[in-house]
């Protein structure tokens, strides 16, 4: 499967961006999917995280309150909308792909699948 993440960008400290990850290759219908960060001289972290059913949800507690996940399985698409965003929330953004049939992991090593990554910024 081959993953492309969007709508990174520049964005003042308090503003919202949505981030897009579409799958071509193969369906994201039935797995587990997340999105994770990695900031320059850090390791990579966890986001959030969805059951291939959409009902379970995972947030790192860094975003948890302001960052929401949602999967769009009709158009093989993944979602993370970002509100109130602050500095720390500046790193490159990867969307991945976990286990099928997957509640929702939280462990970085369950993704096999990464997508390229898109770059948030947040000044203050």
């Known amino acids: 499967v081959q993953l492309q993440a969007s709508g990174g960008g520049l964005v003042q400290a308090g503003g919202s961006l949505r981030l897009s990850c579409v799958a071509s290759g193969r369906t994201l219908r039935n797995y587990g999917l997340g999105w994770f960060r990695q900031a320059p001289g850090k390791e990579r972290e966890l986001v959030a995280v969805i059951s291939w059913s959409g009902d379970n949800k995972y947030y790192g507690n860094s975003v948890k309150g302001r960052f929401t996940i949602s999967r769009y399985d009709a158009k093989d698409t993944l979602y993370l909308q970002m509100n109130n965003l602050k500095p720390e929330d500046t790193a490159v953004y990867y969307c991945?792909?976990?286990?099928?049939?997957?509640?929702?992991?939280?462990?970085?090593?369950?993704?096999?699948?990464w997508g390229r990554g898109t770059l948030v910024t947040v000044s203050s």
């Open positions: 991945a792909v976990g286990d099928r049939w997957s509640a929702g992991s939280t462990v970085v090593e369950d993704y096999e699948d």
